[in-house]
């Protein structure tokens, strides 16, 4: 079944996605982004995915318990109001039980706007501390990435865009 393109972006009034449709009933999407983001020329590797985790944890998250791997997951699907995954997986290692924290990101991300990228990074760091998507949540994402919120409404709608464009393609019904 084909994903309603606005699912994207449940949550947001009605006022925004009527802009929305606007945009996609006068093709104005692709453009948008163009203008304001850089797709980077090449996919990002697991390492290198660790490594900004660790930099923005190190500078906005110092306090928080270390990360034990940040990943890209090639079998993460993207779903509504889940951009990644985080968990915190327990295990008994040495006789003591070690929270194992743990950041997966859909694999799809591996190639975005930086922009995008550290705004996914710190969405999944803020619910290191955060768990809910509440006011705390967004303040501790905005305090990190000031623009957070236009990043992940522009976000979405490269989701939106890449899901038409696919549809036009005539490509495989998009995930
Ligand atoms: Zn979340």
Redesign the pocket.
């Known amino acids: 079944m084909e994903r309603e393109p606005l699912s994207y972006l449940g949550g947001y009034s009605e006022a925004v996605l009527e802009r929305v449709r606007g945009w996609i009933a006068r093709d104005e999407l692709g453009a948008y982004l163009a203008e304001r983001y850089t797709v980077p020329d090449r996919v990002l590797s697991n390492r290198e995915l660790y490594d900004a985790a660790q930099e923005l944890k190190r500078r906005h998250l110092r306090s928080s318990p270390p990360l034990s791997k940040v990943v890209f997951d090639p079998k993460l699907q993207v779903i509504e ?3 990644g995954l985080h968990s915190s997986v327990s295990r008994v290692h040495g006789g003591r039980l070690v929270a194992k924290r743990e950041i997966r990101i859909a694999r799809l991300f591996e190639r975005v706007p930086e922009e995008f990228l550290r705004m996914i990074l710190v ?2 760091l803020a ?1 290191l501390r955060e768990p809910d ?1 509440d006011r705390a949540f967004y303040a501790l994402c905005r305090h990190m990435e000031p623009d957070y919120e236009q990043y992940e409404f522009d976000l979405r709608l490269s989701l939106i865009q890449r899901d038409l464009e696919r549809r036009r393609a005539g490509g495989p019904a998009p995930d």
Do not use: G
């Open positions: 109001n889940a951009l969405h999944e619910h998507h």
